[in-house]
Nanobody, 115 residues
Framework: VQVMESGGGLVQSGGSLRLSCAASGFIKHYLTISWFRQAPGKEREGVSCMAIHDGSTYYRDSVKGRFTISRDNAKNTVYLQMNSLKPEDTAVYFC?????????WGQGTQVTVAS
């Protein structure tokens, strides 16, 4: 069981990116799939989370209204659509899949927002 991120890159301030978190196996095997980020010199912080059983979502205040988490069950993939990006969104973004016994982290994908 593992998760793998993709979709990072360099974008201008105000631009958009869509990150993907592809899960091995059926996505329904996870309790939650979450996005975290870590900027240089800072602690990793939670960005958004989706409860797989009911689709409920969570966003940290600084991304509300700009980021949207969604899923495609057929592709076993969770997405993070990021709009109106700001330089302070620059970080390595990580996906985490949580089962009832283990957390699975991806390797991260770099998002850089140029001012």
């Amino acid at each position: 069981v593992q998760v793998m991120e993709s979709g990072g890159g360099l974008v201008q301030s105000g631009g958009s990116l869509r990150l993907s978190c592809a899960a091995s196996g059926f996505i329904k095997h996870y309790l939650t799939i979450s996005w975290f980020r870590q900027a240089p010199g800072k602690e990793r912080e939670g960005v958004s989370c989706m409860a797989i059983h009911d689709g409920s979502t969570y966003y940290r205040d600084s991304v509300k209204g700009r980021f949207t988490i969604s899923r495609d069950n057929a592709k076993n993939t969770v997405y993070l659509q990021m709009n109106s990006l700001k330089p302070e969104d620059t970080a390595v973004y990580f996906c985490k899949g949580r089962t009832d016994s283990t957390d699975y982290w991806g390797q991260g994908t770099q998002v850089t927002v140029a001012s």
